[in-house]
């Protein structure tokens, strides 16, 4: 589904971000990927979202490179990868129903879907009887599960999760762990990064540690190093 290949990132001021990365994420796989800050994980991530572009290499995305896209079309194919950040990014004088209306809104979806799809999404992580609450109503893991809510309202390919236990206690990064397995089970594509080692444990699913820039370990057993 998604392909890095021999990608490298440098800025204007002489840093490299990345180096010579190799990635192939397949369909429906719960990936994570880990390292320190600076190790290159938010630029890996902006080249997905085609909000950059690498200085070399390709970025493709079931086979089409992502950075040769339209403006039309990066449109298009931003809205088959749904977003879930550390901050939770809700709209702070919406309800959770309408944050969630919004993305479908921003999709171009008509009122009858999105008055069906809603109530399902909020309904899919444990929130439908908090649809009409506003986020300073909601605690923080009730808050990530709205903007779950909202990154699967549109039914993505692939979910990108930003460090999104960052904010959490472990109770709640628990079950928002569980709940992107859920979300996993159901067929869709999770790229999740963190920095916590309890949740890679956990999870026992493939890790991709970067350091430095470059792939240090790619392991389908659940291993990384820091």
């Not at 950059?52 to 194919?77: A, C, M, Q, W």
């Not at 088959?80 to 129903?97: E, N, S």
Request: proline share 3%.
């Amino acid at each position: 589904m998604l392909k890095f290949t021999d990608v490298t990132k440098l800025y204007h001021t002489g840093d490299t971000a990345l180096k010579d990365i190799n990635i192939h994420i397949k369909a429906k796989e719960f990936v994570s990927i880990i390292g320190h800050s600076g190790a290159g994980k938010t630029t890996l991530l902006k080249l997905i979202l085609a909000e950059e572009g690498p200085t070399s290499g390709t970025v493709t995305f079931e086979d089409v490179d992502i950075h040769k896209l339209k403006r039309s079309n990066i449109n298009k194919y931003r809205r088959r990868v749904g977003t879930v950040f550390q901050d939770f990014r809700l709209l702070p004088d919406k309800t959770a129903y309408e944050n969630v209306a919004f993305a479908m809104e921003a999709a171009g979806m008509d009122d009858e879907a999105i008055l069906n799809d809603v109530p399902h999404a909020l309904d899919l992580v444990g929130l439908k009887h908090k649809m009409h609450s506003f986020p300073d109503e909601l605690s923080g893991g009730e808050k990530q599960r709205v903007a779950i809510a909202r990154a699967i309202v549109n039914q993505p390919d692939m979910i990108i999760a930003d460090e999104p236990t960052g904010n959490l206690d472990p109770v709640n990064t628990y079950e928002i762990i569980q709940l992107l397995k859920k979300v996993n089970d159901l067929g869709t594509t999770i790229l999740l990064t963190t920095h916590n080692v309890g949740v890679i444990d956990n999870l026992g699913r493939r890790v991709i540690t970067i350091k430095d820039g470059q792939v240090a370990l790619d392991s389908h057993e659940g291993k990384y190093i820091l």
